[in-house]
């Protein structure tokens, strides 16, 4: 597509619950990052893939959080048992990827997807 | 490791009058690149510039312009004639190269807001 689709916009789930985000890259583009924006904060990496690679979870803030990139291309993150700390502008990019300086490319973001734990 | 820091959490202007939004980075790494995007109260991530590490020429874009130091690690952002539809979060980013690992390191941002 366009441009980085995220869904759904909006999740209101209740605490303990499991939620599954989702994120669909520009078509082409072999990276695909994960970010999270509490209310008033910056933005937190959570996770990396780039393409084949093993991802970099460096970011995930708990055993609770894992993301999975099927085909190279649609990405799901998962948040198990959520709690109430975990809402937040969950934010979705990719780009062209690769790793040489000649290759690079900007990312472009999703519209983000708003978890609400009540 | 890698950081951004934006030490203006929030600055209010005036409209037409000039604001600069400061970025101090700090990195090990010889090739980045620094980043300036705008979040609008609607909430995405508008990409603003980026600019690599070799390359310290200053830009301007309309009212808009950038200066990075390498020296002082810094990449600063202007705004010249502030607007109302300037009031946003603005955020300064950086990325490595060196290590390969592209993921955007972001600093907390600076709300501007423009009164009219």
């Known amino acids: 597509g366009a441009g980085v689709s995220q869904s759904p916009s909006n999740k209101v789930t209740e605490k303990g619950k499991d939620v599954e985000l989702r994120c669909d890259p520009i078509?082409?583009?072999?990276?695909l990052y994960w970010y999270r924006q509490s209310l008033g904060q910056g933005l937190e990496f959570l996770i990396y893939f780039q393409g084949n690679s093993a991802p970099d979870k460096s970011g995930l803030p708990s055993d609770r959080f894992s993301a999975e990139r099927t085909g190279g291309s649609v990405s799901t993150l998962t948040i198990q048992r959520t709690q109430q700390e975990d809402s937040a502008v969950y934010l979705c990019a990719s780009s062209l990827g690769g790793t040489g300086y000649i290759q690079y490319d900007g990312y472009t973001f999703g519209s983000g997807t708003r978890l609400t734990v009540v | 490791a890698q950081k951004v820091t934006q030490a203006q959490t929030e600055i209010s202007v005036v409209e037409k009058e000039d604001v600069t939004l400061d970025c101090v980075y700090e990195t090990r790494d010889t090739t980045y690149y620094l980043f300036w995007y705008k979040q609008p109260p609607s909430g995405e991530l508008v990409f603003l510039i980026r600019r690599n590490s070799f390359d310290e020429q200053n830009e301007i874009s309309g009212r808009y312009s950038w200066n990075f130091q390498k020296s002082t690690s810094s990449f600063n952002f202007t705004i010249t004639a502030s607007q109302v539809v300037d009031s946003a979060v603005y955020f300064c980013a950086l990325s490595e190269l060196d290590t390969g690992r592209r993921a955007l390191t972001f600093g907390s941002g600076t709300r501007l807001q423009v009164q009219p």
């Open positions: 078509s082409g583009h072999t990276a």
